[in-house]
Each structure stands twice: as C-alpha cells, then as structure tokens.
C-alpha cells in the first residue's frame, strides 16, 4: 500500500539543523516509530508532499527550505509587553519567569496559545520573539516507511492514529 490522504503511516525519521550532517534535532527509531494519519492536515504540507506515494519498505532523504518548514523569523513577531502582564496581584514578578531564553505560553488575540521565548525585560515592559522555534532553518529528513495501512472508521472520524489499546498518545 502507498501513502495517501487517510492511511495510518508509521516511519522512522531524523530531522537534522541545515543538511544531512548537521545537528540532529529529533530522531524516531523502530523502537519508537512515528505514527500519524497522512493528509489530515496536522503534518507540514510541503513534508507530506515529499512522503506521498512512498510504499512500506521506502527510504526517503529531503531538505526543507524555511519557507516550506516554519518560515522565515520576522520582526514583527517580536513583541514588548507592560511588565503588569507578569506579575501577580502583588505587583511581585516571580524571578522563576523571567528568565532569558525561556518560553511562555501566551493567548493571542482569537483565543488560540502562542509560545514566545523571553529575550529581555525591564521595569516596564519584557520583550518576547513568538516566530516558531524553527522559524528560519532548514531541516532535513531521511528515515523509512515501516508500515502504511488503511484508517479504521474510529482514526477517520478523529483524524488521527489510534493505537490498538485505544491509548492516546
């Protein structure tokens, strides 16, 4: 069988920072395979048009440019918030929040999270990059289709693997 929109594929991946010898960012092994539904539209479109038609047994090796990834980072996705957002009711910040380099979860204008990284603050306000993490890299993938098989009614419905316990994971 071959990947197409609504089978349950399990393969194999590393993803590495910039090209094939580049530093790996994430790997899925055959003792811990990824499973997914294919073309639900959770996976990143230009992804799963490089792993389309692919059949059980099939090697795959491709880069991803930024802009079919998770973009280029932009300015504009940098923000400065009034420091009262991260204080209690106190006025008090808890010093465990506001650390460089951190992310929090922030609520976007249509109710939806956001994670933004905290860059720096001040008395005033803190500044936060909330471009994707991966925002503006190139990443590449190789790995292998273990298995590609047709959704149960129950995965069609949710749109997503369901593992045969019925365990969500």
Known sequence: MTIDDHTIVTLTYEVRDGGESGPLMERMDVNYPFKFMFGAGKMLPAWERRLFGLKSGTGF?????????YGVAGKEHVLSMPIHH??????????TLLVAGQFVTLTSSDGKPVNAKIL??????????????LAGKTLFFSGAVLEVRKATVDELIQKRFIAEDGVRR
């Open 61 to 69: 090796a491709f880069k991803l440019a930024p802009e079919d990834a």
């Open 86 to 95: 991260f204080q209690d009711e106190r006025g008090e910040t808890d010093p």
């Open 120 to 133: 720096k603050w001040d008395d005033e306000a803190v500044t936060l990059d909330a471009n994707h993490a």
